[in-house]
């Protein structure tokens, strides 16, 4: 598509419960960014994909939080066990290559009831 | 590890000139980027500076200075809908290149 999609916009979830967060960059982007943004706070990034490469997971906050991008497209966040301090908006940003400028998608609000 | 430092709030009438300054503290540098992220949207790029001096696009410039690890987004003829958050960013260092993101300024604009 022309810009990155994301779905759904707007997630609310028992805590507890699962959820799964849906990132389709821009066709030809082999970069690909998922980053959490809490209220009125800056951008936290989580984890990063590189075409084929492995994932560079430095930045999940705890081993509920996964992500998986196949073929080299469509990227999934998985949260496992959801708490009330995961909520956030949750952003995916894909880029040409390593280095080059973002474009981000319009976010996941997610909100843990 | 990267950091960032940027005021919270900064306000302004519409036509007026306005400079959002950022601080940076990276173990490599990479260069600085500007996003703006208006309410409810997505983040979106503004400027990028690599070497030092201004890069100007339209009514937005960005100064870098490597040597202070310094630089700031100048707007001018501020506009209504320029009310948005700005955020600076530099590279991570490592393979990722991740940009690592300021906590955003909150830009209003008055008329």
């Known amino acids: 598509g022309a810009g990155v999609s994301q779905s759904p916009s707007n997630k609310v979830t028992e805590k507890g419960k699962d959820v799964e967060l849906r990132c389709d960059p821009i066709?030809?982007?082999?970069?690909l960014y998922w980053y959490r943004q809490s209220l009125g706070q800056g951008l936290e990034f989580l984890i990063y994909?590189?075409?084929?490469?492995?994932?560079?997971k430095s930045g999940l906050p705890s081993d509920r939080f996964s992500a998986e991008r196949t073929g080299g497209s469509v990227s999934t966040l998985t949260i496992q066990r959801t708490q009330q301090e995961d909520s956030a908006v949750y952003l995916c940003a894909s880029s040409p290559g390593t280095g080059d400028g973002y474009t981000f998608g319009s976010g996941t609000r997610l909100t843990v009831v | 590890g990267q950091s960032l430092e940027q005021p919270s709030e900064v306000t302004a009438v519409e036509g007026a000139i306005v400079q959002i300054n950022c601080t940076y503290q990276t173990s490599g540098f990479y260069g600085l980027s500007w996003y703006q992220q208006h309410d409810g949207g997505a983040p979106t790029f503004l400027s990028y500076n690599g070497l030092d001096g201004l890069e100007e696009t339209g009514r937005f410039s960005s100064f870098l200075s490597r040597s202070d690890s310094y630089g700031y987004l100048l707007l001018q003829e501020l506009q209504m809908k320029d009310s948005a958050s700005y955020f600076c960013a530099v590279r991570d260092t490592g393979s990722a290149r991740q940009l690592t993101f300021g906590s955003g300024t909150q830009l209003t604009v008055l008329p």
């Open positions: 994909f590189q075409g084929n490469s492995a994932p560079d």
């Open positions: 066709s030809g982007h082999t970069a």
